[in-house]
């Protein structure tokens, strides 16, 4: 090594002359000052000494004059625990390590660009093991890295649901209303999730843990903020009512904390002042339980002996209060960010997914226009903050935003690292439901021609989530332009509402009993009974096994459309175990709120280990596995697990995951869907799938496709054909098969 090529502490060369990088290639900052290192070995930083966790007694009232109930609630806190986790990491070197201004989508992909995403509360695990410690095995990594699994995203672990009083109260909202930066025992210990991690390091993999920065469930720093202690009422959008206005809040019935206000009261309340009043829509809306996203609460007697109600926000259901993202004391913010150093530096996590981050600002409208609550620049600039801190310690984010592509673009400038596809998953749903893939082309198209890079999406099979068919982008932004569908030009909210309708009318009612539509937002299902539906099944026991060869073989379908394009490829247990949905009649109280998705959350037994067992841990009853465990499918090699090892081993050769999508072009037949792309090694590859159930002499045809070059096989290394002088060629398409194809370079002349 010459003087002018200095040694970093890391090892890498470092520039001359940082100011003047001449010659150097096009790159951002990250790339350019902060060399790739192994994903394994990234340096994160680390806290000095976990947070105490301190045992405080319970005696007397659950009320806010009864010191030793106010102490009880602050060592359970968020906000406490998080003001105590940042002082570690002030003033520490190790906080300037990182790039973290930009988001690096091709640096995450490159991390980990497969994904299995858990449901806690829906694995079965073997006796004596927590979630976590089942997470955490080796065997089961093993399996993992065998099928090419690199990240495992676990869900919410953390403390969930509320208080009352001393007591705890359940969550509502499947562990999403987090009240505490612990692990919840039914999930396992602080100790097992770094375990887990090392796990994971070891077979080169990464963790990727939550974060909730849109609400809290009804906690301690809930109860804090009712009874006004400190800044405790800064970290939520709520709004002391005057005593004298008291009248015009709705009676809380008995046994309950709180009430949902009605239309006319919530108007009433904004033309007093207190409240930003209507918003853009009303997630969970059900008639006489969540009319609007605001909600009275009892009467609290506070720190001080003074007698106050509130009103809250909250986007989602009632034991949801929403954070404030611009409160003065920014308490929520600090509450947020201490919630993910614990993830990342305590516990050891890699990367954290972002929940509900898309409603962080609220803003009054006038002219009785809804008050602004989605895709507010409020939510960029928080979407901003939380991404850089987590970059800034090594970590990088993926967000669920389901809004317009529009607003994703804007949140990808600066925010998340990542985001959930939620712009194809609805349409490739319709394509396989309607053996047409022309919304799926419309809305691959209108991703490129926004500037959404595909690499920086999560494209997902299921998750703990409904099917969702909310199709934002043309509901709320793009309600009234025109788009081009089925031979003439219609409304963007007439293009919505005709997909929802196809969605339900093929997926769901008496042809497929066993799917049941979620409110507006989806369908809840599996994505084995997606394709159950689309293949004409009307009921589950009478599935076969020529039934589930079938069902296998568009499985597979899906799994080439999601993997085979740039990004990350995610998928869930119940993928890879092929399950079937839950008969309503086994989840009845789980069902009784509206919530159809439990049905779609049947338990499952990854490793097999209790082939007996009913239930999981948390209770979910087990449902019906078409393919089998994985050390089953691991022994057949024409399981469905073992066939998508060798997609995934294709995909990892030729790096599809990072390369840049250039055309989505039209094709020959209405079930066909093809995606070109331009390798990281310049060659330009093409996936072709079949979404019909007809067998298609397909031509493919795209100004990227250079003539007189060589169509290779990338599974069987064959020559299939040579592009011709229309940028095209000819391939043979089964039922329901995809392809993906090379081409080689035309020689010189």
């Given at each position: 090594m010459t003087e002018r090529e200095p040694m970093a502490e890391n090892g890498a060369t470092e520039p001359t002359d940082a100011t003047d990088p001449a010659g150097a290639p096009e790159v951002n900052f990250a790339e350019y000052y902060h060399e790739a290192r192994p994903s394994t070995l990234r340096h994160r930083a680390r806290v000095r000494s976990t947070v105490r966790r301190r045992s405080v007694a319970q005696d007397g009232p659950a009320s806010g004059e009864n010191p030793v109930y106010v102490s009880w609630l602050l060592s359970q806190s968020m906000l406490g625990h998080a003001d105590e986790l940042a002082r570690q990491f002030s003033g520490q070197g190790s906080m300037w390590q990182n790039p973290y201004a930009s988001p690096g989508p091709r640096h995450a992909v490159e991390t980990a660009s497969v994904w299995f995403t858990a449901y806690p509360i829906s694995l079965i695990t073997p006796?004596?093991?927590?979630?976590?410690?089942?997470?955490?095995?080796?065997?089961?990594?093993?399996?993992?890295?065998?099928?090419?699994?690199?990240?495992?995203?676990?869900g919410p672990v953390k403390k969930a649901g509320g208080l009352s009083g001393w007591q705890p109260t359940p969550s509502v909202d499947g562990h999403f209303d987090r009240i505490s930066n612990e692990l919840d025992p039914v999930f396992g210990t602080e100790d097992e999730f770094r375990a887990m991690c090392a796990t994971a390091t070891w077979h080169g993999g990464t963790i990727i843990d939550d974060i909730v920065?849109?609400?809290?469930?009804?906690?301690?720093?809930?109860?804090?903020?009712?009874?006004?202690?400190?800044?405790?009422?800064?970290?939520?959008?709520?709004?002391?009512?005057?005593?004298?206005?008291?009248?015009?809040?709705?009676?809380?019935?008995?046994?309950?904390?709180?009430?949902?206000?009605?239309?006319?009261?919530?108007?009433?309340?904004?033309?007093?002042?207190?409240?930003?009043?209507?918003?853009?829509?009303?997630?969970?809306?059900?008639?006489?339980?969540?009319?609007?996203?605001?909600?009275?609460?009892?009467?609290?007697?506070?720190?001080?002996?003074?007698?106050?109600?509130?009103?809250?926000?909250?986007?989602?259901?009632?034991?949801?209060?929403?954070?404030?993202?611009?409160?003065?004391?920014?308490?929520?913010?600090?509450?947020?960010?201490?919630?993910?150093?614990?993830?990342?530096?305590?516990?050891?996590?890699?990367?954290?997914?972002?929940?509900?981050?898309?409603?962080?600002?609220?803003?009054?409208?006038?002219?009785?226009?809804?008050?602004?609550?989605?895709?507010?620049?409020?939510?960029?600039?928080?979407?901003?903050?939380?991404?850089?801190?987590?970059?800034?310690?090594?970590?990088?984010?993926?967000?669920?935003?389901?809004?317009?592509?529009?607003?994703?673009?804007?949140?990808?400038?600066?925010?998340?690292?990542?985001?959930?596809?939620f712009i194809n998953r609805p349409a490739y749903h319709h394509a396989l439901a309607t053996a047409d893939t022309e919304f799926l082309r419309l809305t691959l198209r209108t991703a490129l021609d926004l500037g959404v890079d595909p690499a920086s999406l999560v494209h997902a099979l299921q998750n703990h989530d409904e099917l969702t068919y909310e199709l934002v982008h043309w509901t709320a932004g793009h309600a009234d332009e025109l788009f081009a569908f089925r031979g003439e030009e219609v409304r963007g909210g007439d293009l919505a509402d005709a997909i929802r309708r196809d969605l339900c009318d093929h997926l769901t009612g008496a042809g497929a009993p066993y799917n049941l539509i979620f409110t507006t937002n989806g369908i809840a299902c599996t994505t084995a009974t997606v394709i159950a539906a689309s293949l004409g099944v009307s009921a589950l026991d009478d599935i076969g096994p020529d039934d589930v060869e079938r069902i296998r073989r568009v499985h597979l379908l899906l799994v080439m459309f999601n993997a085979f394009q740039p990004g990350v490829f995610a998928l869930s247990g119940w993928d890879l175990l092929g399950m079937l949905t839950l008969p309503p009649e086994e989840v009845p109280d789980l069902l009784a709120s509206g919530d159809t998705r439990w049905i779609s959350r049947p338990a499952h037994d990854l490793m097999g280990?209790?082939?007996?067992?009913?239930?999981?841990?948390?209770?979910?009853?087990?449902?019906?596995?078409?393919?089998?465990?994985?050390?089953?499918?691991?022994?057949?090699?024409?399981?469905?697990?073992?066939?998508?090892?060798?997609?995934?081993?294709?995909?990892?050769?030729?790096?599809?995951?990072?390369?840049?999508?250039?055309?989505?072009?039209?094709?020959?037949?209405?079930?066909?869907?093809?995606?070109?792309?331009?390798?990281?090694?310049?060659?330009?590859?093409?996936?072709?799938?079949?979404?019909?159930?007809?067998?298609?002499?397909?031509?493919?045809?795209?100004?990227?496709?250079?003539?007189?070059?060589?169509?290779?096989?990338?599974?069987?290394?064959?020559?299939?054909?040579?592009?011709?002088?229309?940028?095209?060629?000819?391939?043979?398409?089964?039922?329901?098969?995809?392809?993906?194809?090379?081409?080689?370079?035309?020689?010189?002349?």
């Open positions: 006796h004596g093991t927590s979630f976590l410690g089942a997470l955490g095995d080796a065997e089961l990594w093993q399996a993992f890295e065998t099928i090419g699994i690199e990240a495992v995203h676990t920065p849109g609400h809290t469930g009804k906690g301690p720093d809930f109860r804090l903020a009712e009874i006004a202690y400190g800044d405790y009422p800064g970290v939520y959008h709520m709004v002391e009512i005057e005593p004298a206005d008291w009248h015009t809040l709705p009676e809380v019935p008995p046994g309950r904390d709180s009430v949902n206000l009605d239309a006319a009261t919530e108007e009433a309340l904004e033309k007093a002042g207190y409240i930003v009043g209507r918003l853009q829509r009303v997630i969970f809306y059900r008639e006489g339980v969540k009319e609007t996203n605001w909600s009275a609460t009892t009467e609290v007697t506070g720190v001080d002996g003074v007698v106050r109600r509130w009103v809250y926000l909250h986007y989602f259901k009632d034991g949801q209060p929403s954070v404030n993202w611009l409160d003065p004391t920014f308490a929520g913010m600090r509450m947020v960010i201490g919630d993910a150093l614990h993830s990342l530096a305590d516990l050891g996590s890699g990367a954290l997914r972002l929940d509900a981050n898309g409603f962080l600002g609220v803003e009054k409208a006038g002219g009785g226009a809804p008050g602004w609550s989605e895709g507010h620049p409020l939510s960029e600039a928080a979407n901003h903050l939380i991404a850089s801190m987590v970059r800034k310690v090594g970590g990088f984010t993926f967000q669920e935003l389901n809004l317009t592509v529009d607003d994703i673009k804007v949140t990808s400038e600066a925010g998340a690292d990542l985001s959930y596809d280990h209790r082939p007996d067992a009913e239930r999981s841990a948390s209770g979910m009853p087990r449902g019906r596995s078409l393919y089998g465990s994985l050390p089953e499918q691991l022994a057949d090699e024409t399981s469905f697990a073992r066939q998508m090892q060798a997609i995934l081993a294709v995909r990892r050769h030729c790096s599809v995951a990072t390369a840049q999508q250039v055309d989505v072009p039209d094709v020959s037949h209405r079930g066909l869907l093809v995606m070109v792309h331009r390798l990281d090694d310049g060659r330009t590859q093409a996936t072709v799938l079949n979404f019909a159930d007809e067998h298609v002499d397909a031509f493919v045809r795209s100004e990227e496709l250079a003539p007189g070059a060589t169509v290779v096989d990338l599974f069987s290394g064959e020559e299939v054909g040579t592009v011709d002088e229309l940028h095209g060629f000819r391939i043979d398409m089964p039922p329901f098969r995809a392809a993906a194809v090379v081409l080689e370079a035309v020689p010189d002349a």
